[in-house]
């Protein structure tokens, strides 16, 4: 998955979501060593969302080492006027997929619990989703932010076919 790089610096204050924590051992020949892996997705609620991995023996050194990570990947999506996606797109990672839906104002956001915090955090006011496939939180945010990313945004389009953006809509 490709993700273009945004300074967070010239962003207002990220949020961040821890999405799982999960302890993971391994054995050794004295024993197991136990550390934990922090899923951790930030977002400035103004269409600007970032996904990061982080990894250490205590728990709260791998949610920091993840916050740095999902700063340094931020990515920008496109919304429309009522705070919503532009339109209907399935985004997939691995054997995950995820239906977001363009959904009129008021629907607010319907969406499981991986999904529905890169939605908070993105700032999607109103957006229905389904997850398909696999449950694998991580896989399930993934997928998300693959089908945000993925989004056309309806100016670009035109421009790019020459025409004016009246000419898409019904």
């Known amino acids: 998955m490709e993700r273009s790089n945004i300074d967070a610096s010239q962003l207002g204050e990220l949020n961040d979501k821890v999405v799982t924590i999960k302890r993971v051992?391994?054995?050794?020949?004295?024993?197991?060593?136990?550390?934990?892996?922090?899923?951790?997705?930030?977002?400035?609620?103004?269409g600007h969302v970032g996904v990061g991995h982080g990894k250490s023996a205590e728990i709260p050194e791998a949610i920091r080492k993840g916050k740095e990570d999902a700063s340094k990947h931020l990515v920008k999506i496109a919304l429309d006027e009522v705070g919503s996606v532009t339109h209907d797109y399935i985004g997939t990672y691995?054997?995950?997929?995820?239906?977001?839906?363009?959904?009129?104002?008021?629907?607010?956001?319907?969406?499981?619990?991986?999904?529905?915090?890169?939605?908070?955090?993105?700032?999607?006011?109103?957006?229905?989703?389904?997850?398909?496939?696999?449950?694998?939180?991580?896989?399930?945010?993934?997928?998300?932010?693959?089908?945000?990313?993925?989004m056309k945004d309806p100016q670009d389009v035109a421009a790019r076919r020459g025409k004016s953006v009246d000419d898409f809509k019904n």
Do not use: H, Y
């Not at 051992?25 to 892996?37: I, P």
């Open 25 to 46: 051992v391994k054995t050794v020949k004295g024993g197991r060593n136990m550390k934990f892996s922090a899923l951790v997705v930030v977002g400035d609620g103004n």
């Open 94 to 150: 691995g054997s995950a997929q995820v239906l977001l839906k363009k959904s009129p104002d008021g629907t607010g956001i319907i969406a499981g619990g991986p999904a529905r915090t890169i939605c908070e955090l993105a700032g999607i006011k109103n957006i229905r989703t389904k997850s398909l496939g696999s449950n694998n939180k991580q896989n399930v945010v993934l997928a998300t932010l693959n089908g945000l990313m993925n």
